[in-house]
């Protein structure tokens, strides 16, 4: 199974708006480092830098964007393309380090937090792999450094089974007669974008003319995405002001805490509510807890998360790109008690979906990528320079690998996530589910949030006050069904995607 590209028009493989506002993102907050993260950590020994570099040259060949670089169209006339890197070192992309004694947690987090808040090199291919040695109990880890404009989490989860192996034994090297396609030249990148720029009126007015032939069906769904688009839009009003909201450092701090993913599912059955549910509930009650040990006051929509929701096609897992909408979820960090903040979360996400709000987010990513780049870029770089005083953190859910996987021999034993803060965002929680444990991450500023520590362990203990009051079970409200018939609106049912 290769890892593939859907974004070529003609010669030019162009990266999607989506893809690009990270890129975006990045330029427009000088204190963020949007890469995506997780960290394998395996029994040892740890191999050698030649067995290491040796194994993952040998699967090179199954993920072709790891030897291609960004290449920005003159004038912002296009979206950015992927280029081959004619200089590329897969040396320069495979670090090695080690904890000091005793290598324990906070060891390991301390080194997550500076790796990742580093920027990536955009001269060359946005990736990193770095080699963990000295972990307690003769471990080591494997960090995955990617950049958010190359994949989303379940992309992630594909290159692990392509890097990884299924068993003990160590699979063979692919074969790879790969050579750098030449890149083109700047007068070939600016006529190929001026010629979709030509050709975007007459796909324009196609969709017009297919709009007309069925004008139900069109009234329908633009009603539809008109209540989700406000849906939207109040999400973004100003929120009441906390400590956990403002400007951002350089610096990361990460945290780690675990729970068995048996303990999630009992609490999801006993209340006849979703896993996704549980864990959403759980950081609201976190939340609550560090405002009031900060001596704030936990108010009604004052902790707003964006929640991104995968909306991939079953025939698309294995191509390289984001493919996420979002639910702008206030989360209920008012309610005093666990049952009432999982009810409420519940309830709230239902009232999202049942307003089209992911559905909105679909077609605003669709216009998005039927408009003139230059224009939408510059509406997102607008956007992203003004204070956001309407979202508070973010918060992803990401199944992880289906089946125990290998490297070189050793065993996957755990898989911790990292999920990237920018804006005003102070907070940023993942949760990773592999062979039966759910890893919970927290991703903060430095110097803003001291107690990223104290904030992971309260999610696993907000999961385990939910067990005692199981019962009386909560009425599970139906999901809202699509009402615009794309297949992209029926695989969003599951919100369990990073961003």
Known sequence: MTVTHDRQEGIMEYLSPLDASFLDAEDADPHASLAIASVAVLDGPAPTQAEFAEAIRGRLALVPRYRQKVRRVPFNLGCPVWVDDPSFDLDFHLRRTALTAPGDDAALEALIGRVMSQRMDRERPLWEDWLIEGLDGGRWALLSKVHHCMIDGVT??????????????????????????????????????????????????????????????????????????????????????????????????????????????????????????VYLAAVAGAFRQILLARGEAPEAGSIRTLVPVNVRHRDARHVLDNRLASLLLDLPVEIDEPAGRLRAVHERIAGLRERNEVEAGIALIELAGQEPYAAVSLVIRTALSLPNRGLATVTTNVPGPPVPLFVLGRPIREILPYVPIAERMRIGVAVMTYDGQAAFGVTADFSAVPEAHDFATTLVDEVARLKPVARPAVARRPRARARSGSEGSRHAESSRDPA
Not at 164 to 172: I, K, N, S, Y
Not at 201 to 208: D, K, T
Not at 223 to 239: D, K, M, T
């Open 156 to 277: 992630g989860n594909e290159l692990y089974r392509l890097i990884c192996d299924t068993g003990a034994t160590p699979g063979r090297p692919h074969p790879d007669d790969w050579r750098p396609t030449p890149a083109a030249g700047g007068l070939d990148l600016t006529l190929d974008a001026l010629g979709r720029l030509a050709r975007m009126p007459f796909a324009q007015a196609r969709r017009v003319v297919d709009a007309a032939g069925d004008p139900a069906r069109t009234v329908g769904r633009l009603g539809a995405l008109a209540r989700g688009a406000v849906a939207l839009a109040e999400a973004f009003l100003p929120a009441p002001p906390t400590s956990l909201s403002g400007p951002l450092g350089r610096a990361r701090r990460y945290a780690v805490a675990r729970t068995p993913l048996a303990e999630i599912k009992a609490v999801a059955e006993a209340h006849r509510v979703t896993v996704n549910d």
